[in-house]
């Protein structure tokens, strides 16, 4: 059963909903500061590696809001790893939690990682697309080579990042992402179906990707084009890793591919239309 130290389940419950201190929430929404040339670098290669996006006392406070999430919306899944399916075996997935708990919200809506995605896309204003928590288990598998695009209905897929923030060290051997450079290329695209049957594109084999090491507080941001995965966990400990996904205001919901239709972001929406929804608030 999941446990994290010192954390009891009522204890989750309480941290959740209880008010998050000023001085958190003031290191949430005060700007990183991000040199031209890692936008530079991330626009050239669609990542980009950043360190200490989070420190000290507020990553301290954001680890365990989050630890209390995941657990409350796993505590009734008693499966061992060898009981779950390929794709749950790579982690423990635990998406939309900024809806449900007033503590993540705070977190996701942090216009410190919200101004780093805008920056990086080179846009105006970002949105909120959806966050979830990424804990791969000990001993889970590797995260099989995808690109996220293929999963979200968007018109532009190159103005889509993803933050993902190491909340404790995430070495290699614990399942670090990584990934191929210079592959948010339209003409690269190619879906694989991570859920049921993957697949490493052909255009990929003989290509090295770049791996990322980090430590607590650090975070990789990704283009929704970028072809990336992330190895197994040989460690004893969980990989802590919250994501928050973005997209650049004006993006417009692409209904025209069935198998990503019916993302909850785009509740209520036509095709071609801007995406703005309760679910999907300007940040920036
Ligand atoms: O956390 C992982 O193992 C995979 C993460 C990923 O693919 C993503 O955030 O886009």
Redo the contacts with the bound molecule.
Sequence with gaps: MLQFKDLTRDQAKELLFQETPSEILDRYNEPYPLEQEKIDYYLENGFIILKNVLDGETLRHARQVIQAAVLLRKEHDERKLKEKSAYEQ??LQCGYLCWDYPALKNFVFGKRFAGIARDLMNVDHARLWHDQA?F?EPGGRS?DV?Q?SSYWPVDKPELTT?M?LALNSVPVHK?S?YFYPQTHKPEMREYVDIFKNPHLPKHLKNKKPVESSLEPGDATFHTGLTF?G?GANQSQEYRE?M?VIYIADGVKFDATDDRNATHTSCNGLEDGQIIDTQYTPRLT
């Design positions: 790579s982690f990424l791969k995260t995808h996220d993803t993902w399942g992402l990336h992330a890793g994501t």
